[in-house]
């Protein structure tokens, strides 16, 4: 384990279990994380041990491998191979070993044989931080869900029997048929609850700009066929010839010992110009298409493309510290869309039945305004993801990490037990009893130390990647602390906490470090 400080934020590089066991117990005000997608990606991380008997001598047998990669998906088990080699090799990734004398697991997070044992390691997770959070303290987990198995956009190959795989698919986990959903949120969220976590809310994440996916139903198509592959041309040093790639870079040119936009040189593109991507035309007529008039029967599966994550907010006991009034949103239009009464409420409307209807908030014959402070946030956040030049393909928006951190961590605690503090609020009240106006005037102490200093509150991620929490965090005025086992990531946290405006060049960690916002 290497601990790692850069001004107010702190970096573990280690196991997470392992780190959380030698922090201090109710240090932490905040935890907000996002653990590894089942049966997502690998991370190229030491295979660590997780679950059974601590004491036991282990003797570790496969749990058995699962199919990704290979033609039309990029293989994320292709470190160190240059972007051509990693397209064309299919890769049987290992689901990690099983210990017979205790059930202990040891691999990747993520890359578990079923759901249920990934699920389970998460859980140990929390349990580990259970300990470290404080009573008050406040739980986030992003969490998504998975397909099973099946699709192109996954890249890899489906066994349809015994030897022979089908292009461009891969296998599916234990216990999942292909196509199936693998139902890791709901399933995660009610083992937490079962483990004692108070479950306080589920949040949509909904993405405004979401990846498309290849979801294109039944239908019949013109037939084409491929006349020319995608190519390279290689010079100098790397020969000569072509190779097959994927992509339609046209007409450039690499030079030698050029650094890419993330500081690594293109050593695998020496001398390298694109040709173009692959050349497609209509078919002449086969004995597919030519009983059909030039078309083929295309059976594909399909579904609304997936556009939203899960937030899952748990608490530790039933009294924990929360700021309502550091997480209220503007007030939108009136439910009847009139651009009048912006930030106001009519009353009396007419439903699409015809009927009049009063509002349950407010009363009938008046149109009153909303409190200037706003309205308490809802369930659904329509959250853009924001563009990230490192290599992670998981990074969550910043503004997302925000939402979740400035009602749920204290920007003021007491020096001596670490209680947050409340904020003063002065609202005003129609004469009917409607609160019109809400305002913070200030904060004190909600504890009895007497103390009239305070400290900022601590945010943890136990799954930090490349440090998005501790950089939000630090433009909040907070401790950060983040664990990590993979250590580009590290490396790349490091780099954008001392630059926060999202540069991940090299950058030079010696003293202290002045942040602009």
């Not at 869900?145 to 349809?160: H, Q, R």
């Not at 009983?291 to 493309?305: C, D, F, I, S």
């Not at 009294?319 to 209220?328: L, M, V």
Request: glycine content about 12%; proline content about 6%.
């Amino acid at each position: 384990m290497e601990r790692i400080e850069i001004d107010s934020q702190v970096i573990y590089h280690g196991h997470v279990i392992e780190v959380l066991n030698s922090l201090p117990a109710r240090s932490v005000h905040c935890c907000l994380t996002s653990p590894p997608f089942f049966s997502q990606r690998l991370y190229s991380t030491e295979p660590q041990i997780w679950g059974g008997n601590p004491r036991c001598n282990h003797e570790f047998f496969p749990a058995g491998t699962r199919h990704k990669g290979g033609p039309g998906g990029g293989g994320a088990a292709n470190k160190g191979r240059s972007a051509v080699a990693a397209r064309n090799v299919a890769q049987h990734v290992t689901c990690g070993e099983v210990c017979p004398h205790c059930n202990a697991w040891r691999g990747e997070l993520g890359m578990e044989p079923e759901p249920q044992l990934f699920i389970a390691h998460l859980v140990e997770t929390f349990d580990a931080l259970r300990r470290v959070l404080r009573d008050d303290g406040v739980l986030w987990v992003n969490l998504g869900d998975s397909a099973a198995a099946g699709g192109n956009g996954g890249g890899g190959k489906s066994i349809v029997q015994p030897g022979h795989w089908r292009k461009g698919w891969r296998s599916a986990g234990r216990g999942l048929k292909a196509l199936d959903k693998s139902g890791i949120p709901e399933s995660f969220v009610l083992a937490m609850r079962d483990a004692g976590w108070y479950w306080r809310q589920t949040i949509v994440w909904s993405k405004v700009n979401c990846m498309p996916e290849s979801v294109n139903g039944c239908r019949w198509q013109r037939c084409r066929r491929k006349v020319r592959s995608g190519s390279v041309s290689r010079h100098g040093v790397n020969g000569s010839g072509r190779e097959p790639h994927s992509g339609s870079i046209a007409n450039k040119r690499y030079k030698a010992n050029t650094p890419d936009r993330n500081g690594k040189s293109n050593r695998d593109c020496v001398g390298v110009v694109w040709q173009g991507g692959a050349k497609w035309v209509e078919c002449s007529g086969c004995e597919k298409c030519k009983p059909n008039g030039g078309y083929v029967l295309r059976r594909g599966a399909w579904r609304p493309t997936t556009s939203h994550e899960y937030i899952f907010q748990f608490a530790k006991s039933k009294r924990y510290w929360a700021n309502a009034e550091a997480s209220k949103e503007p007030h939108g239009y009136n439910r009847w869309g009139d651009a009048r009464h912006q930030n106001a409420a009519v009353v009396e409307g007419v439903y699409g039945d015809g009927d009049v209807g009063q509002s349950s908030v407010l009363r009938s014959g008046a149109i009153n305004s909303f409190p200037a402070g706003g309205r308490n946030p809802r369930s659904v956040w329509r959250i853009g993801s924001e563009p990230f030049k490192g290599p992670h393909y998981a990074a969550f928006p910043s503004e997302l990490a925000a939402r979740c951190i400035r009602p749920s961590c204290p920007d003021r605690c007491c020096p001596e037990c670490g209680t947050g503090w409340a904020p003063v609020v002065t609202s005003t009240f129609a004469d009917d009893g409607v609160e019109t106006d809400s305002r913070v005037v200030g904060y004190r102490p909600t504890c009895a130390c007497g103390r009239e200093d305070y400290v900022p509150g601590t945010v943890l991620d136990v799954f930090a990647g490349t440090g998005t929490t501790l950089m939000v965090a630090k433009k909040m005025g907070l401790h950060g602390l983040g664990i990590e086992l993979n250590g580009e990531y590290v490396r790349l946290a490091m780099k954008r906490i001392t630059n926060p405006n999202g540069d991940t060049r090299p950058a030079d960690l010696s003293g202290q470090t002045q942040f602009k916002w």
